[in-house]
């Protein structure tokens, strides 16, 4: 069944907990800013069907990178919910690694840009502020209750670990990266804003 009804009052439930919370509260907000984040990667996903990045590390394919960011969000979204997972060490390394090596092909950065210029890097740039807003909201849960030891607070909420924290930072530097490079392979000149 797709539905159960019992969201109908405006409550909720998490991982491991049997208290309802509220839909507006900061760990709802938090999940809903993930799953939007997600879904949006979605249609980045679909939009980068073939293409490739040249890098020193490789070439990598964006679709199948976008798929592995995805999977990694759902870790998020259930640690973020109370579940016993964690992002490692090692998926902020592998983000780390592609962010350096896209900036080696592309001009350095002396400004602001304005978004737009191909398609995939329009879409990147939208993406990336959603990872923002998605970061922003699991911060504030975790700054709700950053030492909290067992029983949680209502909506099973545990201190989020510093990797995922550190992953949702780079989740929308490599979103960045890849809008710039999607202009640049495209030959799309980045405009800086005037400020006229």
């Given at each position: 069944m797709l539905y159960t009804g019992k969201g109908d009052n405006g409550t909720t439930k998490t991982f491991g907990c049997d208290q309802r919370i509220s839909k507006?509260?900061?760990?709802?907000?938090a999940l809903g800013s993930l799953d939007e984040i997600?879904?949006?990667l979605g249609l980045v996903k679909i939009k980068s069907a073939g293409i490739t990045f040249?890098?020193?590390?490789?070439?990598?394919?964006l679709t199948d990178t976008i798929d592995r960011i995805q999977q990694d969000l759902f870790i998020i979204q259930a640690e973020t919910?109370?579940?016993?997972?964690?992002?490692t060490e090692e998926k902020v390394k592998w983000l780390e690694n592609i962010i350096n090596d896209i900036e080696?092909?592309?001009?350095p950065i002396k400004t602001f840009f304005v978004s737009g210029g191909c398609e995939l890097a329009t879409l990147c740039d939208i993406a990336r502020t959603i990872a923002r807003r998605a970061e922003r909201r699991v911060?504030?849960?975790n700054d709700e209750n950053p030492l909290q030891p067992p029983p949680y607070q209502a909506g099973?909420?545990?201190?989020?670990?510093?990797?995922?924290?550190?992953?949702?930072n780079r989740l929308s530097s490599i979103l960045y990266a890849f809008a710039r490079a999607s202009n640049h392979?495209?030959?799309?000149?980045?405009?800086?804003p005037r400020y006229e």
């Open positions: 507006s509260s900061s760990i709802a907000e997600n879904s949006f040249k890098l020193e590390m490789g070439e990598i394919n919910a109370g579940a016993d997972k964690k992002i080696k092909i592309l001009p911060v504030g849960v099973g909420s545990k201190p989020i670990s510093n990797f995922t924290l550190a992953y949702l392979i495209n030959g799309v000149v980045e405009e800086a």
